[in-house]
T-cell receptor, first 115, second 114 residues
Framework: DAGVIQSPRHEVTEMGQEVTLRCKPISGHNSLFWYRQTMMRGLELLIYFNNNVPIDDSGMPEDRFSAKMPNASFSTLKIQPSEPRDSAVYFC?????????????FGNGTRLTVT | AQSVTQPDIHITVSEGASLELRCNYSYGATPYLFWYVQSPGQGLQLLLKYFSGDTLVQGIKGFEAEFKRSQSSFNLRKPSVHWSDAAEYFCAVGAQAAGNKLTFGGGTRVLVKP
């Protein structure tokens, strides 16, 4: 079991550029989550998918943010255009059953810096 | 809506000493409770969880936590801390009525003195 795989580990970009973060969940897991972690706001749930369908995107901060899950083994989080305040660590997580009693398995995150 | 409070932002403890991290939650029914640990540059790893039954739960790395409904608390403990326990610890609450969402506390950073 390779765990949840995120890429890239680090991303540095200039304001206004498009950023795409990638995630491969654990095989067989039905739910996938995108979190953002900052010093000021802690861990925030941005969006989650169940069986590749977006269930709740109420945490997505603005229309500049979008997420897709074209199949069970891949998801992207895109920011277009990026802004300095988007700088954070973005985590992807998955769990097997989709219930809130099912622990999350986290990737190692993507550290995004927007200058 | 559920919420989680970790009152201590930083805790410093000597190696070999005991550790207790506080977690208070707010939710109307019995929640699902979790403790996660995050080492620098890593994602969060599950330490333990509570859903029902015995209110004292054992986790990995020698950690345990006790659910106290009357105090709305789920404090994490370890009898003897090792230097490798230096990390950030997050308490989280989930609930069936809240769908598939976990709410995380702000975290407690643990520093271990030699």
């Amino acid at each position: 079991d390779a765990g949840v795989i995120q890429s890239p580990r680090h991303e540095v970009t200039e304001m206004g550029q498009e950023v795409t973060l990638r995630c491969k969940p654990i095989s067989g897991h039905n739910s996938l989550f995108w979190y953002r972690q900052t010093m000021m706001r802690g861990l925030e749930l941005l969006i989650y998918f169940n069986n590749n369908v977006p269930i709740d995107d109420s945490g997505m901060p603005e229309d500049r943010f979008s997420a897709k899950m074209p199949n069970a083994s891949f998801s992207t989080l895109k920011i277009q255009p990026s802004e300095p305040r988007d700088s954070a660590v973005y985590f992807c997580a998955s769990n097997p059953t989709g219930g809130s009693n099912s622990p999350l398995h986290f990737g190692n995150g993507t550290r995004l810096t927007v200058t | 809506a559920q919420s989680v409070t970790q009152p201590d932002i930083h805790i410093t403890v000597s190696e070999g000493a005991s550790l207790e991290l506080r977690c208070n939650y707010s939710y109307g029914a019995t929640p699902y409770l979790f403790w996660y640990v995050q080492s620098p540059g890593q994602g969060l790893q599950l330490l333990l969880k509570y859903f029902s039954g015995d209110t004292l739960v054992q986790g990995i790395k020698g950690f345990e936590a006790e659910f106290k409904r009357s105090q709305s608390s789920f404090n994490l403990r370890k009898p003897s801390v090792h230097w490798s326990d230096a990390a950030e610890y997050f308490c989280a609450v989930g609930a069936q009525a809240a769908g598939n969402k976990l709410t995380f506390g702000g975290g407690t950073r643990v520093l271990v003195k030699p």
